[in-house]
């Protein structure tokens, strides 16, 4: 057969979450009013992650290719959401995490997570 292989994963944007859906069933997905944090870790530019944390470390790890306008624009409704640091950020990131955003009010700590 010919055609296009079946992805692994697919994430939809809401106006009131993200949810990122396995093909074994599983689900990730965290509404926007629960996001304290975000990351951007890659280990390539190829494997670029956007990782959106509640206050208690679980959330929706997006991979880059999963993205597209409208969860860019929806990150920017987050306060004092800086697009231009997420955008240099993942430009940039290489074998390791970065914080591009933080709640103005996080908790008082999150966990660092390994991710594959």
């Known amino acids: 057969m010919h055609g296009n ?6 994430v939809y944007v ?12 599983s689900v990730e997905a965290l509404a926007w009013e629960d996001v304290v944090e975000v990351r951007v ?3 390539s530019p190829e494997d670029l992650l956007y990782i959106l944390l509640d206050r208690d470390g ?12 409208t969860f860019l624009a929806r990150l920017r409704y987050l306060p004092d959401f800086d697009i231009d640091r ?5 430009d940039s990131v290489r074998d390791g995490v970065v914080v591009v955003w933080r ?3 996080p908790p008082t700590a999150l966990p660092d997570l390994e991710y594959d």
Do not use: F, I, K
């Open 58 to 69: 679980q959330g929706c790890v997006v991979p880059r290719s999963a993205t597209d306008a």
């Open 5 to 10: 292989p079946m992805p692994d994963s697919y």
């Open 86 to 90: 997420l955008m240099l950020a993942a």
């Open 103 to 105: 709640s103005p009010d």
């Open 14 to 25: 809401t106006e009131e979450g993200v949810a990122r859906h396995y093909a074994d069933g």
């Open 41 to 43: 870790t890659s280990d």
